[in-house]
Every structure is written in C-alpha cells, then in structure tokens.
C-alpha cells in the first residue's frame, strides 16, 4: 500500500516538473509573440441599416476583411476606427460577425411573416452557422427588441384562426406545434367564450352544408359532424350546432330523393335477384343511406304499389 502511494505521488508530482513548467511557458510566450505579430487595425466602423460595419486591415499585407456587428455589440466600446487588435480578438469580432448576419437573417425573416421563438430557433439550428448558446443568445436579442414574443403571436393567431372558424382543438393543435408553452395556450383557451365558439361553428356548419347534396338529412348531419371534428370543434359544441341548424329544407326534398333511389335501387338490384330477396336488399340499401326505417317501409310499399299497378 506504501508503494502504491509513493508511485502515485511521484504521478502526481510529475506534472509539476521544471521541464513541463517551461515548455507550457515558452508555448505561452510564442503564442504571444505570434498574436503580437499578426496585428490588425479597424480602418473604419461604420452605421448600416441597425448593425455597423467594421472593416478590418491586416497591418502587414494590408488585406482587408469586412464585418457586421451588432448595435449593441458595437455600443460596449470594444471596437472603433483605429483601434489595433491582435488575431485573437479579430477572430473574436468574426464570430459576432456570425452571430450578426444570423441576426439579421431572422429579423429578414420575421418580416415577411411573425414567426415563435420556437421556429426561429429550429431556423438557425437548420443553418447549422451558431452553437447552441450563440443562437441563444440571438433568440434573447429578438425577444428584447420586440421582433418575437410568443404571447402576442398566440393571442393574434388564436383569434384569426377562430375568426376562421376553426375550432379549439385544432387551434390548441397548431399553437403546440409552433412551439408555445402549453400553459400559454391553456390560459388563452380558458379566455375564448364558448358561445364565440358555436357561432364561429353554425357558421362553418351552415357554409358546408350546402355543399352536401344528395343526402338524408341524418346523413347530412353525420357528414357535417365529421367535418367540424376536423376542423377542431369540440364535442358539446357540435351537438349544440347541430340541434339548432335548420335542416326544414333537407327534410322536404328528402321525401324526392328516397322516392328516386327506391326506384334506382329496384332497378339495380332487378337484375339480380327477385321476391323477397329483391325487398331485402333495397331495403338495407335505404337504411345504409341514413333514411328513418318507417320512411323506408313506405317508400318500398308506394314503389309496390306502383309496380303492381304497372
């Protein structure tokens, strides 16, 4: 056990031994000498459009190389018309370079459509330019000057999406998949009034109602039901506009169209098959349609009628 602490002590201590001490220090040293050497002036900073424009000359060569920055990075004093700088710091203001045209990449962006945190950081993670932290940071810079906030894009987009008549569920839906925090949606649904939301539904119900032709008014109603789950109606809300729709109309020509689906079912199935059978099999064909059981009956019973007269 002693031998074994000896050997680790004397491990330890090597890290320690005059010989690795300079080797660290002179590698110290030449990178100074190097960054002294590589030596670089700010020939001029300029204001262009909200970032400034810095424009960096290699003192020896006298390349030049231009830059953006951001206002507020500019405001900390670091950089100005002639300031010398060693290589470090110029990579330095390289990478705030990249950091401001991605900035200004996003605020591009933002103007052509207001758009979640979420989004615009998925949009700087697809550009693959900045680390995590940095488009953190660019996402804090948004949000400060006002160019993305979650809770003014999900008040606008939730009333424009009921204006729409759209329904709770499907908004609940689109603003998850934007990225809002559940607790935002959730107290913003809590706010829109139910009775907004069966007028928002009678309307929409109403409007693709008299798209579906040819139907019983059960089946109409079946069809409207699916349409609204779509359109993210909850369930109490689709029975209330559904009850109170006006189906007086679709009622009357009902009487029409089992009348001529009778007959086109009794032709139909003619060719098949006889007696009973026949009976049978328009009679399931009637049901499958929505038309009432007691409709049905009569229906085959006026079509006999007719027939045996004939």
């Not at 009678?202 to 019983?216: F, L, Q, V």
């Not at 008014?217 to 689709?238: N, S, W």
């Amino acid at each position: 056990k002693r031998a074994q602490i000896e050997r680790n002590a004397l491990r330890k201590a090597a890290e320690y031994d005059c010989e690795l001490f300079g080797r660290r220090v002179e590698e110290v040293y030449r990178d100074a000498i190097e960054n002294y050497q590589k030596e670089y002036i700010i020939a001029s900073a300029r204001i262009k459009d909200d970032m400034v424009q810095l424009v960096i000359r290699d003192t020896a060569d006298k390349d030049e190389v231009k830059c953006l920055i951001t206002i507020d990075q500019f405001s900390e004093g670091k950089y100005h018309k002639g300031k010398h700088i060693d290589e470090t710091e110029r990579l330095e203001v390289l990478r705030k370079s990249n950091f401001a045209n991605e900035y200004r990449k996003c605020i591009r962006k933002l103007a052509a459509g207001d758009r979640t945190s979420f989004e615009m950081r998925e949009y700087l993670r697809g550009n693959m330019v900045l680390d995590e932290d940095a488009i953190e940071e660019v996402i804090d810079l948004l949000k400060g000057h006002g160019y993305v906030d979650d809770e003014r894009y999900l008040d606008f987009r939730a009333d424009s999406m009921a204006e729409l008549n759209y329904g709770k569920q499907r908004i609940w839906q689109v603003m998850k998949e934007k990225g809002i925090p559940e607790d935002l949606i959730r107290a913003k649904m809590s706010t829109m009034d139910s009775q907004q939301e069966v007028g928002h539904g009678m309307r929409y119900a109403a409007k693709e109602a008299r798209h579906i032709r040819g139907k019983t008014v059960k089946a109409k109603k079946q069809a409207l039901r699916q349409k609204m789950m779509r359109r993210g109606f909850e369930k109490d809300t689709i029975d209330t506009v559904l009850s109170d729709l006006d189906f007086t109309g679709d009622k009357e020509n009902e009487k029409g169209l089992i009348r001529k689906q009778t007959n086109e079912a009794f032709d139909r199935y003619a060719r098949k098959y006889e007696g009973a059978k026949l009976t049978n099999m328009v009679y399931r064909f009637l049901v499958s349609k929505g038309f009432e059981y007691d409709d049905v009956n009569q229906a085959i019973s006026e079509w006999k009628e007719s027939h045996d007269e004939s």
